[in-house]
């Protein structure tokens, strides 16, 4: 597979698999995005979103390579199911709670979370 196959599935791999090595992220700085997000006055909200979505587009014929429709109460479920329920990020003392990230990110609404474009493919994941 091509590295951008191997990447849309790793970060679909990576937000179910609670129990993985994350990114360091302090917890500091997660809040002043979220009042950041908060205190826009041109923000709307359109509503919780209720799928996660990767697509693969091969950009020499415009097919689609890979398509993943997944509904957002999929990957709750796989949450509670966990046994560890944060994720220790690496280097730090850090911890991120699955379960608030994932409210969180249902709030905001839909969103695109990665898009790659590469000369032959192009990869995107995000929530609808």
Known sequence: ?????????????????????????????????KKAVEDNPKA?????????KVLVIDNK???EKV???MPIALVEIFIRCAEDKEVKLKST???????????????AGPL????????DETVKVWLE
């Open 1 to 33: 597979m091509k590295k951008a196959i191997w990447l849309a599935i790793l970060t679909l791999v990576a937000l179910l698999w609670l129990a993985g090595p994350g990114y360091p992220v302090d917890r500091d700085d997660y809040r002043v995005i």
């Open 44 to 52: 709307e909200l359109k509503g919780e979103a209720k799928w996660f």
């Open 61 to 63: 014929t415009g097919k």
């Open 67 to 69: 398509k993943i429709t």
């Open 93 to 107: 003392e850090a911890r991120l709670n699955m379960e608030e990230l994932l409210k969180e990110l249902k709030k």
């Open 112 to 119: 695109s979370m990665v898009e790659i474009n590469e000369e």
